[in-house]
């Protein structure tokens, strides 16, 4: 593990690979109770789930107050956490067996500053409580880029950073130009990275909040996804 990974530039120390250990361990013992994830193999995990999720640490300011947007089974959130000890985050998780997962993992992986809040992305970003609270919001796997920036860009404080994690990304960024406009966002950098083995490629799209979201944004009542920006 330590290899595969250091050749994405990311240290593992024995600590950390036994926390990464550990957490395929949870991933297997609760995907018989409810469905996690298709991907079971170990080496599969370890680059499909762990390396591609700690593949954007980088992107990630120094202790940064972070936000995930549909976490499942806490991916990008917890490899990146385990990984970025210094990150804070708050993972946001629409179905409940999802959440009470999430906090079971948390719970047994020691890991501070992690807190799940089970809830929709569309109402909690209008909450004063969470709007423009983050320094850097992530998703991956959750919606096609104009749904998600929707979805995320009102958490994110403006300068902060929106760090989506992708397959494919340049159509889909084109399809987001009137969203990512519309809500006060800026791309500042598109990242490829090939996993190891075959395994896929993944683009990190890095972007900046340049100016507030209008109140307007997210519309709520399932418009995100019906009628896109
Ligand atoms: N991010 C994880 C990953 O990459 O493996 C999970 C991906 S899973 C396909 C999408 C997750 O996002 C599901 O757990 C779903 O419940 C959650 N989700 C979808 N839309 C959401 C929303 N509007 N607010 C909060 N969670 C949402």
Redesign the pocket.
Known sequence: MKETFARYGIKLSDDKIEKLKYFGEIIKEYNCKINL?SVVDDREVLIK?FLDSAIGEKFFPIGANCCE?????G??SLPLKIVREDLRFTL????GK?CEYLKYAVKELSLDNVLVVC????ELGKDKNYREKFDAVT?????KMNVLCE?CAPFIKVNGKFIA?KGEAAEELKEAENAVKTLGLTIESVNCFDLPDGMGKRNIIVMEKIKNTPAAYPRGNGKERKKPL
Do not use: D, L, M
């Not at 947007?69 to 089974?73: D, K, L, N, R």
């Not at 946001?92 to 179905?95: D, F, H, K, S």
């Not at 809830?119 to 569309?122: D, L, P, V």
């Not at 998703?139 to 919606?143: E, G, H, L, N, S």
């Open positions: 994830t789930h947007v549909g976490s499942g089974g991916f990008p946001i998780e629409a179905t999802k809830g929709r992305a569309e998703a991956r796997a959750v919606a979805y994690y």
